[in-house]
């Protein structure tokens, strides 16, 4: 399919360092994107559908990396069906798995662990809730595994492995596994804080520091955070991404950010939700963290953005969270929301509001356009003006 988004208002990159990009057009073909900026009559012409976005704001679609799926759109913890596809509707375009811990009965020997990470990876390759992307299948590390397993899974596809919820002794009992990972070029992810469900043991500094994963996932806390003075030193001491999420402690978030801003260390900065978990099902949760350090932080809002797009991207090794020539044609127009005090997405996103998502186009094919269901109406006429293409992709009001 060609799709064009035309009349915005702004773009918004996803990349920090230079976060807008001049123009007003977006051109998608095949799955990516092929233009951003400046575009002719005759190009937009030529495309299958066509978006006006009537001023609002273009962002790439945010990638949460974080989430607890198991198999499906489901979710056994909330007894929830269709959670991925709602969180679309909050302008979530890709999901990464955290393993499917919330398995009912979930195995945990080595053969059991790789074959759910495996089976997990699989069901996840083609379906596409939503039309959101997930990334599923992180091996649980677990004692009892080897090198020779995190060889005999990578080489069958699986590039995510988890550390936090094994029957280990102590968490440096994590530490070989790690490595393994990291050598057979897997992203490796630890929970971090206290423990999240009975039998799971706390992670702290000292065992970060010791395992040196690619990720401390929720290391504000998931939900509970670590203490204070732990945080320099995982900032200082370490290469790692460190992942915020919704699901954890609102005060360190802030701390966090604010170092990592200070050590010039702002690519390690991550934006997740960490849900469906006992927290609940929150499809504007990353909406939500956004606009919690834009407006209570001095982080700019465009930054807070790029951490919950092109940061996760690029610590991912992923080909979206970026608007540009070549990435993944994954796009979410957004702009102020009906009865707001302020007039476009990114003023809104700073006074503490969230923003309306006007449309979501993943893979260049629009999922919605005109209004979320998760959201209040935007103030602007989001609408598809031209379409060749059999489907109606406005949605009736919610």
Known sequence: ??????????????????????????????????????????????????????????????????????????????????????????????????????????PRDPAGVKALAVAAMKCFEHFRPGGMRVYAGSIILEPGLTEADFRDIAAQGVWLAKAGFGAVETPFDYVPMVSWAKKHRMITTVHTGGSSIPGSSGIWADHLLAMQPDVSFHVNGGPVAMPDTDFPRVVHESGMALQVCTAGNLRTTLLIADLVRKADQFDRFLIATDTPTGSGIMPLGMMYTITHLASLSDMPVEWAIAAATGNNARVYRLNSGFLRNGCDADVVVLDACVGGSKDNALDALRNGDIAAVAAVVTDGVPRFVGRSCNTPAPNRTVRVTQCRVPQDYSLAAH
């Open 1 to 106: 399919m060609k799709t064009a988004i035309v009349n915005l208002g702004t773009i918004v990159s996803g990349e920090w360092r230079e976060p807008y990009v001049r123009g007003d057009s977006i051109l998608m073909e095949d799955g990516k994107i092929t233009e951003v900026g400046t575009v002719s009559a005759k190009q937009v012409a030529a495309r299958d559908v066509v978006i006006d976005a009537d001023g609002a704001i273009a962002i790439p679609g945010l990638i949460d990396s974080q989430v607890h799926n198991t198999f499906g759109d489901y979710t056994p913890r909330q007894n929830t069906v269709g959670f991925l596809e709602s969180y679309v509707h909050g302008g979530v375009t890709t999901a990464i798995g955290a393993s499917e811990v919330h398995v009912p009965g979930r």
